[in-house]
């Protein structure tokens, strides 16, 4: 998954928007199968809890919720 890092590194080499989105869109390390089933799971919780979803202290495991709190993390979340 592209970072935070990653994305200002592409910035700063390319200068022009149209290029930088298709660039992001065709990067290679946003391909999602190459990504575990596990994490695309995080990804979908990700998804419904920033939509709001209402979730409970015990609706994941403890485990989820770290990895989903690192997840935010990698990705600059809560900045």
């Known amino acids: 998954m592209c970072t935070p890092k990653d994305r200002a590194k592409c910035t700063a080499e390319i200068d022009d928007e ?4 298709w660039t992001c869109k065709n990067c290679p390390k946003k391909k999602p199968e190459d990504l575990h089933p596990y994490t695309h799971k995080l990804l979908r919780l ?6 709001g979803y209402p979730f409970g202290a ?12 690192k997840m935010e993390e990698m990705m600059g979340i809560g900045k």
């Open 18 to 21: 149209e290029h930088l989105e």
């Open 46 to 51: 990700r998804r419904l809890k920033l939509a």
């Open 58 to 69: 015990n609706d994941l495991t403890m485990e989820e919720w770290f990895d989903l709190g």
